[in-house]
């Protein structure tokens, strides 16, 4: 009896941490937000405007890491295969949450079926730039200057599968002209080559191209909205300028493993939400062209499924597959 008592006791003292960790209220230790893309970009930028904020709203730290690589599937994939325990999230994108999906027949994850959508958070703004040297101030003039030199000019996107890669496609398709793709690892490198004329053309964020083009380092041709923005009242859309219904306008938003808690789900959707409600976030949001959307999960998840199927058919339809 006195051995079986001491067993009894052993596995007690050996179960009790496990049955404390599972009683801990969540976050207990800090939480890593996985940005599949370099620093730079519109992603990165999101992540480290809210960063802060959200470490307030959760009571813990907020651990940005940036995991690269394959149009932002290698971050996406670490995450869909994380435990479900809500400390390894994706800050993904239009990409690795919907276009990639028609782009690549071979993806490591499968974004409706290994990751749980929190919230959609943010619209980007894209605008059509060029390198100064290109001899072209309007979209019509860059569509003349393209048919004129078939597969002279290349145009840089953040990856194959990104929205600046299908939307360009898109508009090639549209405007018939022949222009290379050129995919980079990310939306800064794809600046750093526009700017250095390495590549002549970018459809991508505003909050990467503006800033450049207010320096007279790059021309802007048009804003990728249907509406006019706000912001540059001046420029045109690329719908007006000949391409009526022609939208590039990427979007963001966070998610993590499959099989996460529907509890943890609702407290990571609160308190993103009131990270990008603060005044502070919400200005450094505007000032990047970033435009807050949220809402609930289940929104997030509807939305995602009706963006693959539009992408994926607009991959097929401009042969933009990788295999």
Known sequence: MRHLRWWVAALALAAAPAALAQGAPYPSKPVRLIVPFPPGGAVDFYARTV????????????????????SGMVGADLVAKAPPDGYTLLVGNIATLAMNVGVYPKMPYDPRRDLAPI?????????MVVHPAVPAATVQEFVALARAHPGKMSYGSAGSGSAPHLSTELFKQRAGIDVVHIPFKGGGPVVTDVLGGQIQLAIADQANLMPHVKAGRLRALAVGTLERSAAYPDLPTVAESGYPGFEARGWQGIAGPAGLPPDMVRQLNAAFTKAMAAPDVRQRLADGALVPVVGTPEEFAEFIRVEIAKWSKVAKDVGARVD
């Open 51 to 70: 960063q802060n904020r959200l470490a307030e709203n959760l009571g813990q730290g907020v651990v940005i890491e940036n995991r690269t690589g394959a």
């Open 119 to 127: 919230l959609r958070t943010v619209a980007v703004d894209y605008v």
